[in-house]
């Protein structure tokens, strides 16, 4: 895949339904040279040091640890996407620091002369897609998604209420610059990661001072 190094570099967000193969388009972008900042790679990391891990104990207890005190990764997902207080909480544990990490991660980067393809689950509902210069939307149907989801092992129910944790799908299309369909094979997926990258390097997207919903 040609290189994607426009100057001064952009910042391009990616969004999509639960499963909808977020994670293989943004390989994708990668491949073309873009800095991938992933919030969820960031929260991983983020609630295994021993301040967090503290907080968390604080907040959930015993029941977001396992036997030898690791914490129970599903067990705190079960919790926080049945309990909307507790997920209120849990963000305001991670969500302060996550941000400052992602807005370091795309400066170092930026500085460095490299575009950004900003993975954030979130993206729309909070604040950082203020900081993209455009936005893609991951589209695949819902049969493909739903055989996705259940093949990580979530129950049809654990998919639709993470579903119903985000904004909708209508929205999120509605409010980006362009579309990916990832329900075909891969290559697929690619011509169509090329193709946009194709016409934005003749015309790079921008941030315009107001975004829609912003």
Request: hydrophobic share 45%.
């Amino acid at each position: 895949m040609d290189r994607f190094e426009p100057q001064p570099p952009v910042v391009i967000g990616i969004v999509g339904g639960i499963a909808a193969g977020k994670s293989t388009v943004a390989a994708l972008f990668a491949a073309a040279g873009l800095e991938h900042v992933d919030a969820d790679g960031i929260a991983r990391a983020l609630v295994d040091e021993p301040a967090i891990r503290t907080a968390l104990r604080a907040r959930f207890g015993a029941a977001v640890e396992r036997d030898d005190g690791s914490l129970d990764r599903a067990a705190l997902a079960r919790l926080v996407f049945a309990d909307a207080a507790a997920r209120r909480d849990l963000e305001s544990i991670t969500h302060p620091q996550i941000r400052a990490r992602i807005l370091a991660q795309i400066e170092a980067a930026k500085a460095a002369g490299r575009s950004v393809l900003l993975d954030a689950p979130l993206l729309l509902e909070g604040p950082l897609h203020a900081h993209c210069d455009a936005v893609v939307f991951v589209d695949a149907s819902d049969a493909v998604r739903r055989r996705r989801a259940l093949a990580r092992g979530w129950s049809e129910a654990e998919w639709q209420r993470r579903e119903q944790n985000q904004l909708g799908l209508g929205l999120k299309r509605a409010r980006a610059n362009a579309s990916i369909r990832n329900d075909a094979d891969l290559d697929a997926t690619r011509r169509a990661v090329e193709e946009l990258l194709s016409t934005w390097r003749d015309c790079p997207p921008r941030r315009s001072e107001e975004r829609p919903g912003s």
